[in-house]
């Protein structure tokens, strides 16, 4: 018997495994192709794309999302039971269905990546703190002089591998934002995101994830 406790004892812990996260996203481009970036650039979790079908509101995709998480949390597999969903979308002037999608999402344990008026504000925040009065034209224009291939017609797409590179700075600008909103008395008002806590959450995934010897 002391042998078998010495050899547990003994025995190497084992090893980690990669979280997955099921995004889902809007959008033909932009946001899906920054996710694409960051899954090639961040090694320790495992990014999975699920691209809301075009004319889809955000509450059918929040509805989606939903059932994902509900098979996850039901999974035989107790290491997929850590996985995460997250709904990634914009406000855009969608008061309704953005209610609604928000709804789902907290009553179904889906992560929220929300922005307002829309996705560009995450990204002006690689660049510098953007804390100007904005609607999603604005914030597209802003940025097309800044982020080189970007097209804010969206007939093509920018590189975003080297935006990566920026996420920390652009995680420290968005809370600074989400704050003066709150100082404002407007929660989630323009401009805001909350990509950031998606973006830390795969960070965190991702350092606690330890390669086998």
């Known amino acids: 018997m002391g042998h078998r406790g010495s050899d547990l004892r003994r025995r190497p812990p084992t090893k980690s495994v990669k979280?997955?996260?099921?995004?889902?996203c809007e959008g033909r481009n932009?946001?899906?192709d920054y996710f694409r970036a960051m899954k090639t650039k961040v090694r320790g979790a495992l990014i999975e794309l699920r691209i809301k079908p075009e004319g889809k509101d955000p509450e059918t995709m929040a509805s989606a999302a939903e059932a994902d998480a509900r098979r996850i949390r039901s999974a035989r597999n107790s290491y997929e039971q850590d996985d995460q969903v997250w709904c990634v979308f914009d406000h855009d002037g969608r008061h309704e269905p953005v209610h609604k999608a928000r709804e789902i999402c907290h009553a179904g344990g889906v992560g929220i990546a929300f922005s307002n008026p829309c996705f560009e504000v995450w990204l002006l925040l690689h660049y510098?703190?953007?804390?100007?009065?904005?609607?999603s034209k604005q914030a597209q224009c802003d940025l097309e002089p800044r982020l080189p291939g970007y097209d804010k017609n969206r007939s093509k797409t920018a590189d975003f591998t080297g935006l990566i590179a920026s996420v920390k700075e652009a995680e420290t600008r968005a809370e600074r934002q989400l704050a003066?909103?709150?100082e404002e008395g407007n929660p989630n008002g323009a401009p805001s995101t909350t990509?950031?806590?998606l973006t830390r959450a795969i960070a965190t995934a991702a350092?606690?994830?330890r390669r086998p010897a």
Request: hydrophobic share 25%; net charge neutral; proline share 4%.
């Open 19 to 24: 979280r997955r996260f099921y995004i889902y």
């Open 30 to 32: 932009t946001e899906p």
């Open 128 to 135: 510098d703190d953007y804390n100007k009065a904005c609607d």
């Open 180 to 182: 003066r909103r709150e």
């Open 195 to 197: 990509v950031v806590h």
């Open 207 to 209: 350092a606690q994830f």
